[in-house]
């Protein structure tokens, strides 16, 4: 088992920034890869930004050259910060670890945080 809590959200501008992070705890050396989705209302959760444990990256086209996903303890936190906020960044955002103990392959949610963006 792995438990995920996400802090940083709040009410931005257009333009500024957030950091978001995500401190794991439980079964961590379980943790192969963590990542950042979010989902706006009536919009299915898309990912947004992830990291494995070999320290490679990947984000959406969106928010390439704006967000940046990085962690700290090996993978018991995680932080996306997030610069030049746009309006469309509003959305619940979740953070999400992927496990793999022997074969199962398991993914845990954080209970989200709101970013909302004003313009």
């Known amino acids: 088992q792995v438990q995920l809590v996400e802090s940083g959200g709040g009410l931005v501008q257009a333009g500024g920034s957030l950091r978001l992070s995500c401190a794991a705890s439980g079964d961590i050396f379980s943790i192969n890869a963590m990542g950042w989705y979010r989902q706006a209302p009536g919009k299915q959760r898309e990912l947004v930004a992830r990291?494995?444990?070999?320290?490679?990256?990947n984000y959406a086209d969106s928010v390439q050259g704006r967000f940046t996903i990085s962690r700290t303890n090996g993978m018991n936190t995680v932080h996306l910060q997030m610069n030049s906020l746009k309006p469309e960044d509003t959305a619940v955002y979740y953070c999400?670890?992927?496990?793999?103990?022997?074969?199962?392959?398991?993914?845990?949610w954080g209970q989200g945080t709101q970013v909302t963006v004003s313009s």
């Open positions: 990291i494995t444990s070999g320290g490679s990256t």
């Open positions: 999400n670890a992927e496990t793999l103990r022997y074969t199962v392959h398991l993914n845990y």
